[in-house]
């Protein structure tokens, strides 16, 4: 038998004045994919609804990260400008420091120079009251290191003889004794020699100030001591290069 229109009228009709029937109906027409289909679009709905809830909360935390992000830009920024003012000033300390460098060796020279003039004049004093004359301008020579004062004089029996002097500043026992060796050295006497200071030799410490000692190191070692008073010990005899002995 077939299904006609008005078989499907009849259908409609009674679906309509029977409500119950319809799920019934949908069982039967429907397979039971379809009948799930209104569950599972109500899960995912639900499910897009958390995702976007937890889409909501991350974008907050990234916009904290953000601007955390935007704070620590800027306290780099102010690090990197710390950073160069601290460079500079480095760089200005390190200016400052050379200029004092070349400053206080200026003075040093300059102080240095002031102590062998002061120490050639009070020794050239002393000398020419004991009868001593001056035959030449006094010089300074560097033979292994710097002889302070050099001064050829003639002595009251007439021989020519080199005075020479170490100066310092501050005058102590080591200094005195390390002076006197130098110069009694043949090899320091032979490169004095061959720089037109021959010898005999008058030799003398001079000092600003004088440590405990050194007085009677000077003793010891047979060499005059002078300061800005004058003498404090006359040298005990001439140091002879070994051809004049």
């Given at each position: 038998m077939s299904f006609t229109v008005t078989d499907f009228h009849d259908l409609t009709r009674l679906l309509y004045e029977h409500p119950d029937w319809r799920a019934e109906m949908r069982r039967l027409v429907l397979s039971d994919e379809i009948l799930e289909l209104p569950a599972l679009v109500r899960q995912l709905a639900e499910a897009q609804s958390r995702s976007e809830e937890r889409?909501?909360?991350?974008?907050?935390?990234?916009?904290?990260?953000?601007e955390r992000l935007s704070r620590v830009e800027a306290a780099l920024e102010r690090?990197?400008?710390?950073?160069?003012?601290?460079?500079?000033?480095?760089?200005?300390?390190?200016?400052?420091?050379?200029?004092?460098a070349t400053a206080?060796?200026?003075?040093?020279?300059?102080?240095?120079?002031?102590?062998?003039?002061?120490?050639?004049?009070?020794i050239q004093t002393i000398l020419e009251r004991k009868g001593?004359?001056?035959?030449?301008?006094?010089?300074?020579?560097?033979?292994d290191g710097?002889?302070?004062?050099?001064m050829p004089m003639r002595s009251p029996e007439g021989e020519r003889v080199w005075l020479v002097a170490e100066a310092k500043a501050r005058l102590g026992r080591r200094q005195v004794r390390d002076w006197a060796q130098r110069i009694r050295s043949s090899g320091w006497q032979g490169r004095l020699a061959a720089r037109g200071v021959p010898g005999p030799y008058l030799v003398y410490v001079y000092g600003i100030r004088i440590d405990p000692k050194t007085e009677e190191e000077a003793k010891e070692q047979g060499i005059g001591l002078a300061t800005g008073r004058?003498?404090?010990?006359?040298?005990?005899a001439l140091v002879r290069p070994p051809s004049e002995i």
């Open positions: 889409l909501s909360g991350v974008e907050e935390r990234l916009s904290g990260v953000e690090l990197a400008e710390a950073q160069k003012r601290t460079e500079q000033s480095i760089a200005e300390l390190g200016d400052a420091q050379r200029g004092l206080v060796g200026q003075l040093n020279a300059a102080f240095g120079a002031t102590i062998e003039e002061e120490a050639e004049s009070v001593y004359r001056l035959l030449a301008e006094p010089l300074s020579l560097i033979v710097e002889v302070d004062v050099v004058g003498e404090r010990l006359p040298p005990t």
